[in-house]
């Protein structure tokens, strides 16, 4: 293909677009204002007809810049797919004739938005290039998997079924982990009303028989580099001994610890043996095979036992955990049965605050526990003594009950064994700390990590792996390694084989992505990384601090240097350079910067004033397509364009904005916190905290601080998204239009 840049734009007049904007007045534009070297029309560009027009051009040569003026980009991806070209999309339907009214007195603005969509993208299409894989790495089809326990027994063999080489991992002598030392499990088919065998053992036989599996037991990890589809580990042995391995992508499924009861001292764990914890008694009910559960003390058979529920969980206490398990009142309705089956005559007592049975087997299982004999007692339990009198108030006769029992056994929760957080004892978004009275984690580092943001994943406020919990589940700050099972949230079973399972699919997507020199996520398939000007770098180190991903590291002289498969194209590093010279060939200060200046700004007289909005392309810019299609309308000043992440809006694009003559800026990102929903973790809350700086600009061109707004958007926000664009132009109408006018 030539060098020589061939704008082409591709004008479509279906969806109601021909009957509401005069078209010839269009392809003057993509012409005579847009530079474009010629501009087709179709009825239906989406059809097979309007497909093959286009990729007929390409064919010919007559384009390598493809510019489709039609509906929004989140539209007909699969029909506009073209390789070897550069792509935008002018959204004409939900941008234009679907949030303006179809009356007379709108037909200019209205005409007039269509004017500057397609200017702007073609001035973003002159300033894109044609992304092409970096060439890296080589396809690398073997994972990593860290964890013996069923979520990493699970990965693996899921993996190696799928025809992937794995190397699994695991601390201990044996597989199996937790679920190796359950007596049964709690049910996982109907009719859910008996405890069930766990399965462990099958399922550790068909990952020793496997061909694609390499165990390595009693074994670490001594460090971990590089980047997906070229990580290099060295495996630690008992003995010292390492081993390197070449891994495209690694599944840590390190699993979690037992809440140490010690820190509820008021339940007296420790001063008698007959209070156990729900692991515990585990082990009693595996001895007994069967057979009389006996009491630790003097071996004698449990004829009454009382469960206490949610011990030392949800709670604020120091030392307590701040959160809930979830999983206890189930564990303890399988392990009441037990008793019903095996102590004949037993009194079981399950005594719960908030009684929690989800899945599947919820219900069942709780009304099978009824229907057995267990009695559920609505409780707050305050103390448990040395000699078994289980105090508590009863919730709902509201007074204070004893009873005394043969066993006691605590429901205790879930401690991730994440390894050390690298972003320990930060200020959080607000400014807390981290959980002050949370527990201590552990201090031993799982993966050994060669990243200069630290060793171990990072983590969310209770000391579980991060994750996009709505989004991304499995995909942690660290591109190729995958979080599954209770090292990322407290979960069951079936809960830990379902995510050990989505776990493997993103692990396998990511390496295979990585060997073709794509994204994995959440811009899949994205050929471009970032480009660096190095002679234009003053080393302020902004965007080796700031991406959330550990994808840039410095070399020798302090230059950053970036690990293309390790990147999200988010462009956080583009928004965080002072300088401006970080870029991606398809996404660059320039390519947005461009379209900012081809809207034709009016001039004061006309009084017409441009509202610029930034909106996320993962959930604003949704959001207010959405909203287009449910006809809500919002201001004809508006200009919208879309950015990967508001992180990547860089503070040039505002003061060119407001330079040029805009009169409002409003920026539309994803929620924040710890909570967050930003596809790109940290995006949202960088782009907050520069922009709370921008008012310093504002006073230096004498302009008011309410002409820039910054908000976080749901992607449900369809009503409010729109609100807050006409709310910015009724702020404009009362402070009045910029001074900047010319």
């Known amino acids: 293909m030539s060098d020589e840049m061939k704008i082409g734009v591709y004008l479509c007049t279906g969806c109601g677009i021909g009957d509401r904007l005069d078209t010839k007045r269009l392809e003057m534009t993509a012409t005579r204002d847009g530079k474009a070297g010629f501009c087709r029309a179709s009825d239906f560009l989406c059809s097979r007809a309007g497909v093959e027009m286009?990729?007929?051009?390409?064919d010919k040569g007559e384009v390598n810049h493809v510019v489709i003026a039609a509906c929004s980009r989140r539209s007909k991806n699969e029909a506009f797919r073209f390789e070897s070209v550069a792509l935008t999309r002018a959204n004409l339907r939900e941008g234009v004739i679907w949030i303006r009214p179809d009356d007379e007195e709108s037909t200019e603005t209205t005409q007039e938005m269509a004017d500057d969509y397609l200017r702007m993208a073609c001035a973003e299409s002159k300033y894109s290039k044609i992304p092409e894989p970096s060439g890296e790495q080589p396809l690398n089809k073997t994972l990593l998997v860290v964890g013996g326990g069923i979520t990493g027994l699970t990965s693996a063999l899921e993996s190696a079924k799928a025809g992937y080489r794995v190397e699994l991992v695991e601390k201990s002598g044996q597989l199996g982990g937790w679920v190796g030392q359950l007596y049964k499990r709690t049910p996982s088919r109907s009719p859910y009303a008996q405890p069930a065998d766990t399965?462990?053992?099958?399922?550790?036989?068909?990952?020793n028989a496997h061909e694609n599996i390499n165990l390595h037991l009693n074994c670490t990890l001594a460090s971990t580099s590089g980047a997906p589809g070229r990580f290099k580990v060295e495996i630690a042995t008992e003995s010292g001994v390492g081993k390197c391995i070449e891994v495209g992508a690694i599944v840590q499924a390190s699993g979690f610890k037992l809440y140490d009861p010690g820190n509820i001292p008021e339940f007296s764990h420790h001063k008698s043996a007959d209070i156990v914890t729900n692991m515990e008694l585990e082990a009693l009910a595996r001895a007994a095979n069967g057979g009389t559960i006996n009491r630790p003390s003097d071996n004698s058979p449990v004829n009454s036992v009382v469960f206490v529920q949610n011990a030392g969980q949800n709670s604020t206490q120091k030392g307590h955990l701040p959160y809930h398990s979830g999983v206890g009142d189930m564990v303890s309705i399988k392990q009441s049965m037990y008793f019903k089956t095996a102590n004949e005559g037993c009194d079981t007592t399950i005594i719960y605050n908030d009684l929690r049975t989800p899945g599947a087997a919820g219900e069942d299982f709780y009304r099978a526990g009824q229907q057995a004999g267990i009695n559920f007692t609505k409780g707050q339990v305050f103390e448990v003594s040395s000699d078994l009198e289980v105090k508590f108030r009863d919730l709902i006769l509201d007074e204070e009950v004893v009873l005394q029992a043969d066993l006691v056994v605590l429901d205790?929760?879930?401690?991730?064994?994440?390894?050390?957080?690298p972003h320990a004892g930060e200020a959080r978004d607000g400014g807390d700390q981290a959980q002050p009275n949370a527990?201590?984690?552990?201090?031993?580092?799982?993966?050994?990590?060669?990243?200069?943001?630290?060793?171990?994943?990072p983590h969310l406020k209770h000391g579980f792996t991060d994750s996009h919990f709505i989004c991304f589940p499995y995909e942690t700050r660290r591109t190729g390694i995958y979080a599954a099972g209770p090292v990322r949230r407290p979960m069951d079973i079936q809960q830990a084989v379902e995510d050990a399972t989505g776990a493997a699919m993103k692990a396998i997507q990511a390496l295979e992505n990585a060997g073709k020199g794509r994204a994995a996520h959440p811009r899949s398939g994205d050929l471009s990384f970032p480009i660096f000007r190095r002679e234009g770098c003053t080393q302020c180190k902004r965007c080796t601090v700031e991406c959330p991903f550990g994808a840039i590291d410095e070399d020798e002289k302090r230059y950053p240097v970036f690990n293309e498969s390790r990147c999200r194209r988010c462009g956080v590093c583009m928004g965080a350079c002072p300088v401006r010279v970080i870029s991606f060939e398809n996404y660059s200060?320039?390519?947005?910067?461009?379209?900012?200046?081809?809207?034709?700004?009016?001039?004061?007289?006309d009084e017409k004033p441009r509202i610029l909005v930034l909106a996320c392309e993962?959930?604003?810019?949704p959001a207010l397509d959405m909203a287009a299609q449910n006809r809500i309308g919002y201001s004809a000043f508006a200009r919208v364009v879309p950015v990967r992440c508001l992180g990547s809006v860089n503070t040039i694009w505002i003061t060119d904005a407001l330079n040029s003559g805009y009169d409002a800026v409003v920026l539309m990102g994803c929620q924040k916190g710890d909570d967050y929903q930003c596809h790109f973790v940290k995006g949202s809350e960088l782009a907050h905290e520069r922009m709370s700086k921008i008012a310093d600009t504002l006073e230096t061109l004498s302009l008011e601080a309410e002409r820039v707004a910054t908000y976080e958007v749901a992607i449900t926000d369809i009503h409010r998204a729109p609100q807050l664009i006409n709310d910015m132009a009724d702020t404009i109408e009362k402070i009045g239009m910029s001074p900047f006018k010319f």
């Not at 399965?199 to 990952?207: K, N, P, R, T």
């Not at 910067?593 to 004061?604: L, M, S, Y």
């Open 412 to 421: 205790i929760g879930m401690v991730p064994n994440s390894g050390p957080d």
């Open 199 to 207: 399965g462990i053992d099958a399922l550790i036989d068909s990952v």
């Open 439 to 457: 527990p201590e984690l552990s201090v031993e580092s799982i993966l050994k990590l060669d990243y200069r943001q630290g060793t171990d994943l």
């Open 54 to 58: 286009i990729q007929q051009d390409i």
């Open 589 to 605: 200060v320039d390519t947005v910067g461009q379209q900012i200046k081809n809207v034709d700004i009016p001039d004061e007289f």
């Open 618 to 621: 993962n959930d604003a810019y």
